[in-house]
């Protein structure tokens, strides 16, 4: 189950303080050139330590392609990618061997497997990720072939909440903000909980562009449940909402309908998707984590023999997990879209005709 | 695509207005009994035409068991459900079988399959939920088996909150009510919307009780992410929120980590799932339902030449499709949690040497 | 398990003595002409009781479409069909209910599930094959479409062999028999063991034309792995060689390569395959099937409480399986294929480029 | 596609002469003891260059574990292990980087992807199949807990047949081969292809003990299905065999049924496997390879414009690739068994009370 994909599917592997973390993604068409500059890009936006709105940890995070790739050019064989951890010996897990941090995963990993890599949070924590945005990275440059893009920041950091969406600024904003004139209120927030050894919480705003009709495949892998199921599936996730969301739910059909015109829809209440396939519309979609449960405050937990006990933190946190993890959501939103695409090449005998002839 | 699950796996077929829909469950453990009145029963809770807050469309949905099940137990083989549809010849759909209703699939699903079944939406509508109920009553007959308890209930109409939780009262509500102070409210509004011509949105609470620790297969096919994916996968939904979901971001973590004590957890703002995994509490959902795109107004739309054209709506339609999608979401909880279940018998050794020896 | 494809992919349900049997066909790209004269044509050269050659069970396997085609045009939902079980309350099955017949799967289906449908074997049936024979004719039409034709016939019954291939006799053989000139000598030994209260085994040839070169997806899902699986997991079956088959192994480097001109292969020792992957010649296989082992002569056996018991066979049964095995033979061939052309529809950026400018 | 498996599963990278080679492992069981001593000897047995009836070509192919593990124990994360190429650049590829070579999958990987890694076979090398080995290598430990074995030897090279079986000679022959009294005139067969710059073909016969009764998933993915589908998919295969194989075929039902005592069946034509389910008799396969298609004889191609040529071969090539063939079947076995073992899990109701309790 470390698999995510149908077609454009990709397999993960490796721990927070374990030798090297990678992934093999499977299914890319050959004949797609593989920008390693651009791979490396995209690692570099989710690598710890660019800023203090960020954990400490220092890891280059340097992407190395193993195969599939030749002569610059994706030979439609599994493209293995790995990224050696550099920083995984620098900390004493002593103190928390043996207790189940809150909030985190350990508790849950220890029961269900029977014991647990407790070095950082093991497979559970969120620097698997970036085995995610290595794939995220190739699957965007197959969706620049066709015209596809995906972008993504933050539109709320602790309740404040971006009014303008800028997808530019945030490209270059250390937090992702989409806000250049709210930015400074989220930057405050967090450093307010830096200041009380807290943690906050945030939203990511992701928008693609350029989607083709027709991507989604009814009943039980449509690309609003796709969506969601990637995005809740991130760590420290709580909710997802599509279009306008819970505001839909909220209004009435004769405003949250979008009426169609022969030049389109004429509004996009639905964030561009319509009985689990994209309508050609923008697809929006806001994710939303809760406050990093590492924080530096003595909290009250158990430990392995069920004791209670109670426990301070050491380490390095980032403390609002949403900044980076705005990367991360891009990349699964791309992956999601790559996967779309290919499955949809089988919709219609048309498409059949177009290859077979 | 239209098989959900990976263990406890169903597959359905069947449109609006085709002979008969159903679905064929693969995975049922041999050994379970096999209540077929508790199928039906859940089968009538979703049926349509039973009061004024759904549509008038008369199905019995009398479900029958074609294989599978063997002097009333379940033989591990494939059981096969149908539902023979009764009132589908009743209208006519001349006025909607060249155009786009909108809101609805029938814009998607042309441009994606090159032609479309207009009656009824076909395959898009939700009639095709009733055969998950099917599935999702042999599933909660398997979580009986284990102590586990799916319910849900509605908790908002047009944004009318329940501040109650009774999932007793609402078991017995017309509208699913699970605040039966509320309900009144909730249930004007329906009527209010009825009287417009229009519709209104709404939510459901799901809650999971008695779940063991340790469901939920990281990374990519986490407890959360598959309850996202199946709950936005059903029509009509644009939000879904786990425990304290939307809130949970805009709290700190200092408040939001549940701690844990020697007797369980502090608190449950995870809604029952850390790291993706069951923690042994209750597991909460919130699912929102957009209001029906069904209305009896004038509307813009093209037709499949993409002509401009207005459109008036005939038919029965339910004004709130949270109500009987409440239905939908325990049946597809139930489902999650039965192939969780099953899944969760691989995750460690001692496991296996229970089963073997 | 009991869906075979990964993109046109079928489902089935349904034992020997359930009400129905049928299947649910997954993938169909939208836009096929679906003939229904054509699929019971298929599903009644495989119907049972045509001939001595033969069970006498008498099941007019008559198949009903219940989904996904509109107008006579596939739609691109799941085909649903069943087929109803007419014959199945002859017998009486006293004798077998607590014991297992030899040779067949009533042994190892009591110990997996702990119980089993003990009427005519249930799901272990070689009568499941009929809904494979329904969403093999489908498979076919997709095929016909891109100029695939797919061929089976009987090419040895009880060790003799034919010696010409002629698929047009074998279409309108009652046993199939791809060599006139043999035939009746084939037919002799199985009117042989019919009088000795015996059965015999025999072997299946199937050829596909006209196939591209591209069939066959590595490294785990090669054509030829693929056939491998489908037609091993026939009831019955023991063996199954490509091309030269066992032949092969015995040859040399020299004389087993098929050297290559510019006008197409000069040989075909391989079966059409290199690589797992189609080279656009003639795909051959060899399918074998074990005598059946339901005979009339008395045999030792055990019963549900493993008591020694002898067993004496009631009922009705193929003397050779072969013979209606390759009808279902052309069938998973045809299933096999008409997959890999989808999954192949993503194996380079160019086919990506001709479905979506 | 590069992956197998349903619950014990691994996907493979890697070409012949590009970095590296490997897989990742999902879904051990936490709680395996993981011997990597163990794995590196089933590589040191597959690995080349070990005797002049093997290529020349020398890798040390010490495998790293990357992942999953911890403290010598699996963790129920996905385990990665690496292989890095060490004498991939000693060849001149220039002769073989336009022309296909015949009996290789140059020609259809080349159809099929539009262009080719050339080097060696790229990603169609049969250098892919050491990270079988190392996969197969986890799955035989898992097997060793539950008392399941897994042998596998040379039962036929170039159509010379063993008459003894014998798994512990075979284990310490230079050709694995199974009859000490056959192995010279088997060795001498070899020998003389060699000196003709041909090659032979060869067997291999795989038996598994203590197999419990049970494993093995109708329909559609039985165990003797699973077995000839992985099988058959390796590099050069072209038959399969289960238990008396094509003899079968050949035999009548009162010879061939295995009939029952209460100690035990009274024989093993099935080869252990009935209705596609172990029986728990011993399960034996015969697996037979087509010879090298590399042979250093002048041969007829053409090149990537399909233009006529002649084509001489230089390089190392195994002159038999059924003998390191029989290391890869024996991982191969131990991968399906594995995984059958885990999805037999679920069968019944009493499993998951033994484990849920």
Chains 1, 2, 3, 4 share one sequence.
Request: some cysteine.
């Amino acid at each position: 189950m470390n698999t995510f994909g149908e077609k454009f599917k990709f397999t993960t592997f490796g721990e927070s303080h374990g030798k090297a973390l990678g992934c093999i993604v499977d299914g890319v068409p050959a004949g797609l050139k593989i920008d390693e500059e651009f791979i490396q890009a995209q690692m570099d936006k989710r690598k710890p330590g660019k800023s203090k709105f960020e954990t400490s940890r220092k890891e280059s995070d340097k992407v190395e392609i193993l195969s599939g790739v030749f002569e610059g050019i994706s030979t439609g064989t599994p493209i293995a990618m790995i990224i050696f951890n550099e920083n995984q010996k620098s900390r004493d897990y002593s103190n928390v061997k043996d207790l189940f941090r809150p909030g985190h995963a350990d508790f849950t990993y220890f029961h269900k497997y029977g014991l647990r890599d407790y070095r950082g949070g093991g497979r559970s924590s969120a620097r698997e990720t970036a085995a995610r945005v290595a794939a995220g990275a190739i699957a965007q440059l197959l969706l620049d072939q066709l015209g596809i893009k995906v972008q993504a920041g933050i539109c709320e950091i602790a309740g404040i909440k971006s009014e303008q969406i800028d997808f530019e600024y945030s490209a270059n904003s250390t937090i992702f903000a989409l806000d250049k004139d709210i930015e400074s209120k989220q930057k405050d927030a967090i450093s307010q909980a830096l200041k009380e050894h807290d943690s906050v919480g945030g939203a990511v705003l992701i928008k693609a562009s350029g989607v083709p009709i027709g991507l989604g495949e009814p009943m039980y892998h449509k690309l609003d449940g796709q969506i969601a199921a990637a995005m809740m599936g991130l760590n420290a996730v709580k909710a997802v909402e599509i279009g306008d969301g819970i505001e839909a739910s909220r209004s009435k059909g004769s405003k949250n309908n979008d009426q169609i015109s022969s030049k389109g829809f004429l509004s996009n209440h639905s964030g561009g998707i319509l009985g689990g396939i994209s309508n050609g519309d923008d697809i929006i979609t806001k994710v939303y984590f809760k406050p990093t449960p590492s924080i530096f405050i003595e909290q009250q937990t158990v430990n392995e023999q069920n004791e209670d006990t109670n426990y301070y933190l050491k380490g390095r946190h980032d403390p609002c997990v949403a900044i980076r993890g705005s990367v991360v959501c891009q990349a699964m939103m791309a992956l999601i879209l790559a996967d779309m695409v290919l499955l949809n090449m089988n919709s219609k005998m048309d498409n059949l005709k177009a290859v077979y002839n």
